[in-house]
């Protein structure tokens, strides 16, 4: 059985931050986006923990809700998510990469994919989204890139972490992994998926993380709570999140902040890359059922 999280879950310019220290800082913050277990969609301010409803993940074609599994923004600004269920069925479910309007949550296209991922995340240097899949029945964990134009995935490697949890880059382009079970939080190396420990929360059921500024944000089902992880690892709690007017079901399941330009202050180091230019597949023309 995979371990995925089910039911719990064209070309643009954008520019991508590429800094040498860990969560290198950006001039200003953007806003996490989260996706819950009922497929609601929206933005949670990382200081307030303020939630703002945008819509529902929903799919153009029908109208029903997708369960994602876990989403990432593009360089292209487009959103895209995974639902990495084993086989094909109803409402999104099945080994699919999404693209969303972010200003809306509406799907735009959807392509199959050979994988079941659990989740990815945006690589700010280029562009290039990565991906993680874990199999309980066989003891596997694997990471994966996906080509900025065709999207086609590439194998990075098989990784010793196994887990539902969650993934994400920070600014200077290192990739972090939070586990579900233990609340480890390791760096993957992204040439060869080899991990690291870089800080032990304590903290189980992560299911979101987000690097904001200088900091990992984590977002856990238990007590729908909120931690912070800062660049010598050390973490904190930063209280409660409500994406479900006090509905304690609605649930975070992913979380990915929005590639934007920063001007950087004055010793900062942050340095701004050239725009990355993405495509996208042609619409699908098979009506699905």
Do not use: K
Not at 87 to 105: H, I, K, V
Not at 242 to 258: E, K, M, S
Request: negative net charge; charged residues 15%; aromatic residues 12%.
């Amino acid at each position: 059985m995979l371990m995925t999280r089910r039911n719990l879950f064209p070309t643009v310019a954008a520019f991508a931050l590429f800094a040498s220290a860990a969560f290198a800082c950006p001039a200003f913050a953007a806003p996490i986006h989260v996706f819950g277990s009922s497929s609601q969609y929206g933005t949670i301010e990382s200081e307030t923990g303020a939630y703002t409803n945008i819509g529902r993940l929903t799919d153009s074609f029908n109208g029903a809700s997708i369960p994602l599994s876990g989403f990432a923004f593009g360089a292209d600004n487009n959103l895209y998510g995974v639902t990495g269920i084993d086989g094909s069925g109803a409402n999104g479910e099945g080994n699919y990469l999404w693209r969303f309007n972010p200003d809306t949550g509406v799907s735009t296209d959807r392509r199959d994919l050979p994988i079941p991922l659990v989740t990815i995340a945006r690589r700010p240097s280029d562009g290039r989204l990565f991906g993680y899949t874990a199999d309980a029945d066989t003891g596997n964990a694997a990471v994966y890139s996906f080509d900025t134009t065709t999207f086609a995935p590439t194998f990075v490697g098989t990784t010793d972490v196994i887990t539902t949890g969650a993934l994400t880059f920070d600014n200077s382009s290192r990739l972090y992994l939070a586990d579900s079970f233990n609340g480890n939080v390791y760096r993957v190396d992204t040439g060869n998926a080899q991990t690291q420990l870089f800080s032990e929360t304590g903290v189980a059921n992560i299911t979101g993380a987000a690097v904001v500024g200088n900091t990992l944000e984590l977002f856990s089902t238990d007590g729908r709570t909120r931690f912070r992880v800062e660049a010598d690892g050390s973490f904190s709690p930063a209280g409660t999140y409500d994406i479900g007017g006090g509905d304690p079901g609605d649930l975070i399941f992913g979380a990915a902040i929005a590639p934007f330009a920063v001007i950087p202050e004055a010793g900062s180091g942050v340095l701004l890359l050239g725009a990355v230019s993405l495509g996208w597949w042609t619409t699908r023309r098979v009506r699905r059922s």
